[in-house]
């Protein structure tokens, strides 16, 4: 630098030339222009932003309108005396709300600890808490651990901005991060902060599928929350940041560790002492949560009947009009609703004391296996093997083979075979699900018939997996066996159809219409005549038929329908092949229960109620009202729907007979003495279904017993008489502090004495020793005399009264068949033409055929008309002949019978009783 005086004039003059001058006027405006630019920048960036905001600010949801009430809400069942019986809970809806009062301050002090340390302080959103997230992120790399949401901001996001889980990206988050910093401070001037705590703390998800601290405390320490203690308190506040991280029963070390930060937030924050956090530090809060969880995850499957009870209120709340299926749904699983239910707590325990006791079945229970198996290859493809693969590889080995096992072991087995067989080398097993339930299966369900009630009911045996399950005591419909000749024949018949249980029917060889055999349930034998009386204490099948087939199908169809039968079927069509097929339930195999789909156990319980009650059918009821969440009633099922079946008179001669079922009859094991009882046994043909359905002066009860895939019930080990034996040890009892009762004769009934021979009026002298006091209906006792005895001139050849004519007539007594119901008499094969044919040999051994009238009649053949035919003389003698040699014959009989070792064993029965 030259600094001489002839260099700072050269510096002065180039200063002040104009070149410079004009260079650093540009450098100036340049610069003005850029401040300027900068500025207006800023100010257009300023006003955008504002703009932005403001718009984001307009968008947001109106303080006015928003409710930050949570919403969603487990649905509580309760049984007659108030109990909780069960808890019906969706996605989001397992909540519990609490008022401010029930909250424990420790529990409040908790969650403002360690969620938002200046709740009571700030207006709604925390500045502080802003500031030092945001320094935490920054110095952590832009890594945003912590969070700076407030318990009111949590409350908004939880219960108005509820599709937060599925914002697209980070402009959406700030939108909604402004909109909910916005609506915090609106919230904070219009509600207190302690309103503002309790809505919080009634909306937070706490694990285990839990909203609000009344559902976790429930869930976790099963009492509720205002009996919480501090220790409690501390996890249940742990668990908010990450209900899933820190569960306190998957994840119990982790949320001790959120607990031990929660005391100790609280015991800087002067919320508690030190000696209480010790106490609480001490505390081995964790094996009893272990505890809880073990008895809350049994409890949380809900039983047959309240998984009954919720179709019906499906069905009720759309039948209202008001509901589509899924409104109903949603309502019934998260609408917070009370449901009042008819079961009695008493009889339910006893039905699941006794359905539950192995000792109460018989020794040898099978298993059911039902098997689906997934495997994986190397290249990742998938193959699936179902249950009727399974059945279907076992099948092509023993034809006989039904998926049922002597043991649990041997299945397990059986699928190590399977799989071992079917499984390529290359393949692994990415799944198998493999169920397992004990066989033969049960339901019961009982009914006061008083009220239509459903006291209990419990759907099948072995544990219930599931909620929604299969329940046999609704949903399964099966063959009722011989329950429905009360039902289908002998109501009917006595009520409409001019019968009395003195009517006589022969218990002899008849056909079904397309001629199949009738079969009785014991043999081949016959029994002859026999009263209606005896046809139900006997279970008769060939009286049943008869009498259905006389008082017509249809007759007996309609009964059922009233009787509230909804499975019936009057005419279906169903095409298989090509080929169409037309099913009807309107035939005579109705008598004994042979119908196309089966009734339930609750519809077969609910139409024996009906005789118990008088002849008066209520519709079973399994509860009586429905609360919605504010306590309005929504469904009042308290009115009976009721309809008079059959006469009350009708009724109680059922009802009289039955009893001589339960006293003398097949169902002779059931009586406990001490109460009167009546009912009916039920058994298919093949033992596939076994019934007892009976009731006393307070109540009814159906026991089912069978096989869920058909399979025979088996003799010998007790199986079949598994129904008679549960429904005694449950009835016996629920009966044992009830004061004996019997049923009350109504007015209109009257007795009288009739032959039992014939079930009409007794000829003195004649049927002396056939006379019995039966019980009619007024209107209903017969008028005409017997026409079984007989006395005067016998023809011995016909063993019918002789014609004036007839040749071997002598005086004599007979017992005759009567001349049945001509609707019976194809049947039966007595139905002939008027005359019939018979071949004579004639005296120079010739054959000859002659007419001769039919033998339904009630004189023997020998009329005048039959006895002026040509060659006479040598039809007489040939019959002569013919009576001898029987006579003969049956004295050979009975000698040989008088010299025959009794019997000590008897048959196995062949047929349905």
Known sequence: MNYSKKGIKERQKSLHASSHKWSKKLLLAVMNLMVLGILAIGVIGASAGIGVFKGIIDTAPSIENIDVTPTGFSTFVYDLEGNQIGKLIAQDSNRIPVAKDMIPENLAHAFVAIEDERFYEHNGIDIKGIIRAAYVGISNGFHFTEGASTITQQLLKNNVFTNWTKEDGFMDKIKRKIQEQYLAIELTKTMSKDDVLVNYMNTINLGQNTLGVQAASLRYFNKSVNTLTLSECAVIAGITQNPSKFNPISHPDNNAQRREKVLNNMLEQGYITQTEYDEAMADDVYSRIQIVNAEVEEDSVNTYFVDALTDDIMEDLMATGNYTETQAYTLLYSGGLKIYATQDPHVQEICDEAFSNEENYPEGTRWQLSYELTTQDSNGNFKNYSTEMYRQYFKEMDSSFNLLYSSQEAAYDAIEQYKAAVMEPSEEVYGENITLTPQPQVSIVIEDQSTGYVVAMVGGRGQKEASRTLNRATDSKRQPGSTFKIVAVYAPALDSAGLTLATVMNDAPFNYANGRPVNNWWGSEYRGLNSLRTGIAQSMNIIAVKTLTQITPQLGFDYLKNF????????????????????????????????????????????????????????????????????????????????????????????????????????????????????KTGTTSDYNDVWFSGYTPYYTASVWTGYDNNAKLQKGNGERNLAKKLWRAVMSKVHEDLPSQSFQVPSGIVTATVCSQSGKLPIPGLCDGTLKTEYFAEGTVPTESCDVHYQGMVCPYSNLPACDTCPFKVEGVLTMTPVEDPSLQQGSGTEAPAMATQEVTNEDGTVSTITVPQTAQKTCIHTAEYMAQPGIETIIEQQRGEMAAASAAAQAAAAQAAAAPLPTTEGEAPAAE
């Open 564 to 679: 509230g039968f909804t499975t019936l079927v009057e005419r279906e069509e169903i095409t298989v092949g090509g080929k169409t097929q037309v099913f009807s339930d309107i035939q005579q195999s109705l008598a004994l229960g042979g119908i196309t789909k089966g009734v339930t156990n609750e519809e077969l319980t609910a139409a024996y109620a009906s005789i118990a009650n008088g002849g008066t059918y209520i519709k079973p009821k399994l509860y009586t009202k429905v609360l919605d969440h504010d306590g309005n009633v929504i469904l009042d099922n308290t009115a009976p729907q009721s309809r008079q079946v059959i006469k009350e008179t009708t009724a109680w001669l059922l009802t009289d007979a039955m009893v001589d079922v339960v006293t003398s009859g097949t169902g002779a094991s059931v009586n406990f003495g001490n109460m009167a009882i009546a009912g």
